[in-house]
C-alpha cells in the first residue's frame, strides 16, 4: 500500500539535511575569510582585506565582523561608508545584546561624521518619470548625500528622453559638491513596423508533443521500500552534522572560558567567541533533533512495511476490452507545496 505523505517526508527531511549542511559551510567559510580578513589588513592590504571582511559578513552577520569591515573602509579613506557600517554594527548589535559594541560603534561614527563629503544633486527642470541613480541606486533629488572621495557617476534618465551620464568628482574631507542636471533632450521615435513579424520556429524539443513528446518517468508501487532507507539515511546524515557542531559549541565555550572566566567585563573578543558557540549549539540542537527524528521514522517504517512483493511489470498487464494487452498507469507523487519547509535556529 503507498503511503502518499511518505513523499512530504523525504522532502521534509532533505531540506533539514541540506539547510544545516549549507549553513554550516557558510559558518566555516565566513570563519576563515573573517581571519583572512583580519591578517590582510594587518599587513597594509586593505583593498583584499576589505573583500574578505564583507564576504563574511555576507555569508555570517555579526557586530563584530561589521565593525571591522568598517575600520577596514575608514583606512582606505572611504568616510561615508565606513561612517554607515559604524552606524549598521550599532543597530545590529543593539539586537545581538551587545551594549559595549553599540557604544564604540556610535563612538567611531562620531568621530568621523565631521569630516564627511557630501553630493547634492539637482534637477532645475525635471520631467515627468525622471529618475537619478548614483552606482545603480535611485537617489532623491536635493538631498545632501554623504558620498566617497572619488569619481562618481550620476545617470539620469526619464520615458521618451535619452539617457544622460554626468560625472562628478569629490574630495576629502568635508568636500561639498553640488551637480546641477541640464534639460533632458528628447529621443528620436523609432519608426513604425510595416508588419508583424512571424514568431521564429519552434526547436525540434519544443515541437514534441502528443505521442511523440516524451514523458517522465512513472513511479512504481514497488519503489516504496526505498523510502525508509532514504528516511533514515538523511536522519543520520543530520545527527552527524549535529555531532560535528555539537563539538564544535563546547570547544569554542571552552575557549570563552578561558577567555573571560567571571564572565564579567569581557573583552570582545571574548564575547565574539560566547557569540558563535551560541550559534554552534544551536545547529548542533537542530541537527541532532531532526536527525533523530528521521533514525526514528526509518526504523519504524522498515520495521511495520509489508514484504516486497510487488507485482512486476509485466504481472500488472491486464487486458484491455479490445483484446490489446496495456500497462497500468501510476500516477507520480503529489507535487509538495512552496510552503514546505524547515525553519533552523540559525
Known amino acids: 500500500m503507498r503511503r502518499p505523505w511518505l513523499s512530504t517526508l523525504v522532502v521534509v527531511m532533505a531540506a533539514g539535511a541540506w539547510a544545516s549542511s549549507a549553513r554550516a559551510q557558510d559558518l566555516a567559510a565566513a570563519e576563515a575569510l573573517f581571519r583572512e ?36 573602509h575608514e583606512q582606505q579613506g572611504k568616510l561615508a561608508t565606513a561612517w554607515a557600517e559604524y552606524l549598521a554594527a550599532a543597530r545590529l548589535a543593539q539586537t545581538q545584546g551587545r551594549p559595549e559594541r553599540v557604544e564604540e560603534a556610535k563612538r567611531r561614527a562620531g568621530l568621523i561624521e565631521p569630516k564627511l563629503s557630501y553630493l547634492t544633486v539637482r534637477s532645475a527642470q525635471p520631467v515627468e518619470g525622471q529618475e537619478l541613480r548614483r552606482g545603480g541606486v535611485v537617489i532623491t533629488p536635493g538631498s545632501r548625500l554623504p558620498t566617497d572621495p572619488g569619481s562618481h557617476q550620476i545617470v539620469v534618465s526619464a520615458p521618451g528622453y535619452q539617457t544622460v551620464t554626468l560625472e562628478v568628482k569629490i574630495g576629502t574631507p568635508s568636500d561639498e559638491q553640488v551637480l546641477e542636471v541640464p534639460p533632458l533632450v528628447k529621443a528620436e521615435q523609432p519608426p513604425k513596423a510595416g508588419s508583424t513579424a512571424a514568431p521564429p520556429a519552434a526547436s525540434g524539443a519544443a515541437r514534441l508533443s502528443g505521442a511523440g513528446a516524451s514523458s517522465p518517468p512513472q513511479l512504481d508501487e514497488g519503489g516504496a521500500s526505498w523510502w525508509p532507507y532514504a528516511i533514515g539515511g538523511t536522519g543520520v546524515v543530520l545527527t552527524g552534522v549535529g555531532a560535528a557542531f555539537g563539538v564544535m559549541a563546547l570547544g569554542s565555550y571552552a575557549d570563552a572560558e578561558d577567555a573571560c572566566p567571571k564572565r564579567t567585563a569581557c573583552s570582545p573578543s571574548a564575547m565574539e567567541l560566547r557569540s558563535r558557540a551560541d550559534v554552534r549549539a544551536n545547529i548542533a540542537n537542530v541537527g541532532l533533533g531532526l536527525g533523530l527524528v528521521g533514525v526514528g521514522v526509518g526504523a519504524y517504517l522498515l520495521l511495520t512495511s509489508e514484504p516486497s512483493a510487488a507485482p512486476s511489470s509485466a504481472a500488472r498487464r491486464r487486458a484491455a476490452p479490445g483484446g490489446w494487452a496495456r500497462y497500468e498507469v501510476l500516477p507520480l507523487l503529489e507535487r509538495t507545496s512552496a510552503g514546505v519547509g524547515v525553519q533552523g535556529a540559525f
Not at 53 to 67: H, K, V, W, Y
Open 37 to 72: 580578513g583580519r591578517e590582510l589588513m594587518q599587513k597594509g592590504d586593505l583593498a583584499a582585506g576589505c573583500a574578505k571582511l564583507a564576504e563574511s559578513q555576507r555569508l555570517d552577520p555579526s557586530s563584530g565582523t561589521l565593525l571591522n569591515l568598517a575600520s577596514c
